[in-house]
């Protein structure tokens, strides 16, 4: 199993950036399909984006399409989401996910072969 870590959140003001990223341990990380999912206080989790194994094509959901870019690094073990234009609605705890199936990660918001323990992302207005 991989083990992953997330990094980087922190208080921002809107119209600000962050770059979260999701260090993995353990089986190759390579061979996982990746995904960033968010939980807002009340809110269910939801889906941000996620990213194949090889790095090539990524989906988003509708709200990060155009601000949020998700990107991989194979050889450093790493995932990374890139955050532009924060609104104060993006506040929440965001959670990276490894999977073996990329469509696994962008249909559902459990069940995957690990998670990370979460960073809080909070945007002022």
């Known amino acids: 199993q991989v083990q992953l870590v997330e990094s980087g959140g922190g208080l921002v003001q809107a119209g600000g950036s962050l770059r979260l990223s999701c260090a993995a341990s353990?089986?190759?990380?390579?061979?996982?399909?990746m995904g960033w999912f968010r939980q807002a206080p009340g809110k269910e989790r939801e889906l941000v984006g996620a990213?194949?194994?090889?790095?090539?094509?990524?989906f988003y959901a509708d709200s990060a399409k155009g601000r949020f870019t998700i990107s991989r690094d194979n050889a450093k073990n790493t995932v990374y989401l890139e955050m532009n234009s924060l609104k104060p609605e993006d506040t929440a705890v965001y959670y990276c996910a490894a999977d073996t199936e990329f469509p696994r990660l962008v249909a559902r918001t459990r069940g995957f072969v690990s998670w990370g323990q979460g960073t809080q992302v909070t945007v002022s207005s």
């Open positions: 353990g089986r190759t990380f390579s061979n996982y399909a």
């Open positions: 990213i194949r194994s090889s790095g090539g094509g990524a």
